[in-house]
């Protein structure tokens, strides 16, 4: 039982790093996926993990175990985010007609917003552009 309150600790942990890093509407890509990328990237990692109690949007009434201020937790926002910028990019190349046009304006939007005052998601939009850069040279 304490492997699962680790597990959901920095699922909930990471629903917070997407809404710092990215904003509200990121954590309606929270996948079981990344948070097992957070908790390898922190096990192989000297640093602390800090645990607070706090609400959670799912049940705001009850206050969970949440982990955070973790190199992992960021490291799997950054890839989560970055890992569903190249989902859209393809699916708007592979699909003609109303879908491509609506994750084209979706991705404007997110785009737009970022730009606000997003450092992460400038950080992970110079990564995959330097990335597109260096494939396109071969």
């Known amino acids: ?13 990471l629903c917070k790093e997407l809404k710092r890093e990215y904003g509200f509407t ?11 990328l957070a908790l390898l990237a922190d096990s192989l990692s000297d640093e602390p993990c800090e645990h607070v109690q706090e609400c959670c949007i799912a049940n705001p009434v009850q206050k969970r175990c949440i982990s955070c201020n973790t190199k992992g937790l960021s490291l799997a926002a950054n890839s989560l985010v970055l890992s569903c910028a190249y989902k859209v990019n393809d699916d708007i190349q592979d699909e ?13 939007a997110a785009e737009k ?5 997003g450092r992460a998601f400038a950080t992970a939009r110079h990564c995959a552009l ?4 260096k494939a396109s040279r071969y």
């Open 113 to 117: 917003q970022k730009s606000q005052g």
């Open 96 to 108: 003609g007609g109303f879908k491509a046009y609506s994750l084209a304006n979706a991705k404007a």
């Open 26 to 36: 990121s954590r309606m890509l929270l996948n079981y996926d990344f948070v097992l």
């Open 130 to 133: 330097s990335r597109d850069a």
């Open 1 to 13: 039982m304490r492997e699962w309150g680790e597990y959901r600790s920095y699922y909930c942990g």
